[in-house]
């Protein structure tokens, strides 16, 4: 499976990105996808998932009144919408994929990156004016 991620760029505070993963290959054995952000001299961590097939959904408290996910298999696209940008919110941002029934299931396990068999090659997002 190969996951492609795009869609990041410069924008401004207050502006909206759409960031788009696209999987390829065996697919058929993904659950779970997830989007996992990364700022510079920072850990890695959980921003939102979605089961493969639909439903699941699940953003942190912290992040779901800017943050929004969608799924679709048919397709084979997971989006990530970010509404009113921060400069905090900078970040590269990697789609993940897994196989796994625990992730699908378990929210603590969606939130660890070890949980995840598939990553795209992340997108960087600036927020800067």
């Known amino acids: 499976v190969q996951l492609q991620a795009s869609g990041g760029g410069l924008v401004q505070p207050g502006d909206s990105v759409r960031l788009s993963c696209v999987a390829s290959g065996p697919t058929f054995g993904i659950l779970f996808m997830a989007w996992f952000r990364q700022a510079p001299g920072k850990e890695r961590d959980f921003v939102a998932g979605?089961?493969?097939?639909?439903?699941?959904?699940h953003i942190p408290d912290s992040l779901k009144d800017r943050f929004a996910i969608t799924g679709d298999n048919a397709k084979n696209v997971v989006t990530l919408q970010i509404n009113g940008l921060k400069p905090e919110d900078t970040a590269v941002y990697y789609c993940?994929?897994?196989?796994?029934?625990?992730?699908?299931?378990?929210?603590?396990?969606?939130?660890?990156?070890?949980?995840?068999?598939?990553w795209g090659q992340g997108t960087l997002v600036t927020v800067s004016s």
């Open positions: 979605v089961g493969w097939r639909g439903g699941n959904r």
């Open positions: 993940a994929a897994s196989t796994s029934r625990q992730t699908l299931l378990n929210l603590n396990a969606r939130r660890s990156r070890s949980r995840y068999d598939y």
